[in-house]
């Protein structure tokens, strides 16, 4: 949000984002809010511009909430901030769904395979 003296949210990966931009933190970085009933956030607080004077924060934020901003943008510093952010949630996601592979090894061999499968519940059985 803005309209104060410094512009404020308590999206993390905006602030990532805008600190990428050199929007600098306001005097306190940060307040962490405890609301009455006892829920908290973080509210991260900056300057109005970046340090050179060439970004607005506010402008930055509006383009950050914007669909397909960085679409249309694409070579614009803060679509690319914008694209490694969403690409490393991405990469998160595929890695949640993901079964792990194992390292097992057994005399001088070496297998790499995938936890429980096939060959995972053989090899547990060849060397019990």
């Known amino acids: 949000m803005a309209g104060f003296e410094y512009s404020f949210t308590r999206d993390t ?56 901003w960085h679409d249309k943008n694409s070579e614009h510093p803060f679509a690319y901030c914008i694209a490694a952010l969403r690409n490393r949630e991405f990469l998160l996601d595929i890695l949640k769904d993901q079964n792990p592979t194992l390292v097992i090894k057994h005399d001088d061999k070496t297998w790499y395979v995938p936890k429980n499968g096939d060959v995972h519940q053989q090899l547990k059985k060849a060397m019990a």
């Open 13 to 68: 990966k905006l602030a990532a984002a805008l600190v990428s931009m050199g929007i600098e933190f306001h005097t306190q970085a940060f307040q962490y809010i405890e609301k009455e009933d006892g829920s908290r956030y973080c509210q991260w607080q900056f300057k109005t511009r970046s340090e050179d004077g060439r970004f607005s924060t506010k402008s930055l934020m509006d383009a950050w909430h914007e669909d397909g």
